[in-house]
């Protein structure tokens, strides 16, 4: 049985991450994730980044080449077990850069690791929905 306290806390640790993109804030971003070597990111349509550095700097070339970010959630799976959960969810990412206007869907799957008391984001992996 999962602990509904457990289940808040990685829910809005998932929130949290969808903050921290929308508002550009790598400060944010950088108190959710693991900053280990085992930490994964996969942007959509990217390539595989191991560790903290390569994300950190993946997320620091978004930020700097984004004017607005704007992301609507659909939370459409949760679970949750004593140290892993994981949350997938449907993305709409309404995006500016240099005057350009793009809007993109995704579906993505956020896995969270319990470490002293803390759920950290240890993978995050976006995939572009075709149409």
Same mark, same amino acid.
């Given at each position: 049985?999962?602990?509904?306290?457990?289940?808040?806390?990685?829910?809005?640790?998932?929130?949290?991450?969808?903050?921290?993109? #929308?508002?550009?804030?790598?400060?944010?971003? #950088?108190?959710?994730?693991? &900053?280990?070597?085992?930490? =994964?990111?996969?942007?959509? $349509? $990217?390539?595989?980044?191991?560790?903290?550095?390569?994300?950190?700097?993946?997320?620091?070339?978004?930020? &700097?080449?984004?004017?607005? =970010?704007?992301?609507?959630?659909?939370?459409?799976?949760?679970?949750?077990? &004593?140290?892993?959960?994981?949350?997938?969810?449907?993305?709409?990412?309404? &995006?500016?850069?240099? $005057?350009?206007?793009?809007? !993109?869907?995704?579906? !993505?799957?956020?896995?969270?690791?319990?470490?002293?008391?803390?759920?950290? =984001?240890?993978?995050?992996?976006?995939?572009?929905?075709?149409?």
């Amino acid at each position: 049985m999962t602990n509904l306290s457990d289940k808040e806390t990685v829910l809005a640790s998932n929130e949290a991450f969808y903050n921290a993109f #929308s508002k550009r804030d790598i400060s944010a971003m #950088s108190l959710l994730w693991w &900053q280990g070597t085992s930490s =994964l990111c996969i942007h959509p $349509g $990217g390539r595989v980044l191991i560790g903290w550095e390569m994300i950190r700097a993946s997320w620091e070339s978004i930020f &700097q080449n984004t004017d607005f =970010l704007e992301i609507e959630l659909e939370i459409i799976k949760i679970e949750i077990d &004593q140290a892993l959960a994981y949350v997938v969810v449907g993305e709409t990412v309404l &995006q500016s850069s240099r $005057g350009r206007k793009l809007k !993109a869907q995704s579906m !993505a799957t956020n896995i969270f690791q319990k470490m002293a008391q803390k759920w950290y =984001l240890v993978h995050h992996h976006g995939s572009p929905i075709m149409r």
